[in-house]
């Protein structure tokens, strides 16, 4: 065996995004500000600037998403643990692993006028009670049987609790706390798509609307019920801010905090009182930020991003230096991470979630805040990308993906580079109901698309099988489309030989080989044992003819032959598995293996 057969480059991003943050006042007054990421929290008292990194009970380490403040202490959830933290004694004096079978839970909290506190869960919408003095917890049950996000909740001075629900069908939900009387607020022909909000205002009343919060149009809530009012006559709340940047009880303490960042480790504050400005810089120990998909660019380095947070990193090939760009590099990146890349000429484009975002780099130019890359539009209807190839014309990229929250059924895009047009089929003049999350082209210049029937934002899936299609490039018609394995629910990956054969994954990891044309399923066989996919786990090595599959635990290779598929074979177990691929270059299929970057030779350099 080789002695330099595997290798382990590091971690490129060694940095934790910020979920949810709340500042905790006790009954001296004093007060410090928690900031809670994947698997720990960050405890700062904003009048020393002394700070301690706390990690989540029982080695929990998923990420939470709210957080509550009340009477000092600090309610977070991540998966299913409920938790308790004194960020006066610097420990969780409190949690709880909640078997109800629900993935996560304190998806939002409220409490009522004796302090009780109350949570929701996902992906069921139940809401839960916790005493802080018996330590009790009750679970009420769904509040709505069909939404998946429970993304607000507040209890009246009447004993009801409101719960804000989306997405496909945005909802509120009244439920009496004593009598189990529970009430769909919202007429069945106003639940469209979208979230239901609700808020505690700090005159004690509950507020909400079910459209963007820049409508006229808000209720007021009491006694199970709500009237309509102007926008004047609201309440303030006790957040400010949006997304993983909410802060609770922002109002509280000397100090108001104008910006922050965990990934980038600073604290931005102004006193209340003087209005004098300080900055907390501060560092903290991280496992490092899971890598996205990665990619070679026409410049022959690696490229990549962090998921939550989105960092943008290059990795020099020939001298294994890893330079990180950070976030900022990326316009509107905030959390989430360019999931698929294609290339032609100087010019890379990477596709990115949240909001269907396409960047364009030029790799002859330096890269440079707000000018390389250039952000160059925005497509809901591809909230998530899942991949993108650059055309043998060097003047069109085809990507595709999943859509928004709420919605079902991705576009698919054809993008032109030089007059950055993009053209968008819909998924009803696709594959109706599914989401494109592979592609390839054929060599009279078709597409052949795979499919998704998945709903990651929020949605019910309506349809049960995955399809494979082929597009008419001349006409951006489908010409045929057809479901090649019985009860898949993906295809995951697509290569297309030199003989227009399709080689393709489930996400099952049922690798099988199709005539796209005819239908005809030339070879299957189920890889399931080595490994799960992994995104991009496909590259191919023109000179051996070999296509390279990379799973979770294994590498294996299928030797491309004219007549005939052939078995694939075990190239190597991986030493750390994979979760992200792949780049060949230099004899190495390089892959992300959680945060770590890692290489592993498959023949002589």
Known sequence: MHKNLFTDYGIPVSAEEERTATICMNAEGD???VIAAKGFVIIVNLENDYIKQVFFPENNDEYPYSSFSSNGLFYTGAANMFMVLDPFLEQFIYYKVIENGEEIVGFSFSEDISGNIYFTSYPHCHLLFYSPHSKEIMDYGSMDFTEKYPGSVAVD??????????????????????KGLKKDLIAEQQREKGTGYIYLGEDGFVYGHLGASSSPQWMKFSN???????????????????????????????????RYSLSEGFIELVHRETAETKKIQFSYASDGAKLSTIYLGPDDHIYGTSMHPLQFFQFNISTNKTTNFGGEIIEKGGGGNIAAYASTGDVLIGAAYAGGKLYVFDMKKKFKK??????????????????????????????????GYGMVGGSLGIYRIESEENYLLTHEKVVENQSTIS??????GDIVGGTSIETPGGAGSREKEAHLYVLDWETRRVKNSFVPIEGAREIAQIFVDEYDRTHCLTEQSIYFVCDPSTEQILFRK???SWGHIVRNGFAYDLPTNTLYCLLSHTLLSMEIQVKQCVEPKVVHTLPMSASSGVVHKN???????????C???????
């Open 157 to 178: 001075h009447t004993g009801w609790a409101y719960i804000g629900i989306g997405t496909e069908k945005k909802n509120i939900v009244a439920f009496h706390l004593e």
């Open 439 to 444: 592609l390839g082209e054929l060599r009279s």
């Open 224 to 258: 199970g019920d709500f009237e309509t009012i102007d926008v004047e006559k609201l309440s303030p709340s006790f957040y400010t801010g949006t997304a993983f940047q909410r802060i609770h009880r922002y109002q509280e303490g000397r100090y108001h905090i104008e």
């Open 370 to 403: 707000s000018e390389n890359p250039k952000l160059v539009l925005q497509e809901e209807s591809i909230h998530r990308p899942r991949c993108a190839i650059g055309l043998k014309d060097h003047k069109h990229i085809v990507w595709g993906g999943f859509p």
């Open 526 to 528: 189920d890889l399931s």
């Open 599 to 605: 290489s592993i030779q498959i023949g002589e350099d």
């Open 31 to 33: 007060y410090r500000f």
């Open 587 to 597: 004899s190495r299929i390089y892959y992300g293996s959680g945060s770590h970057l």
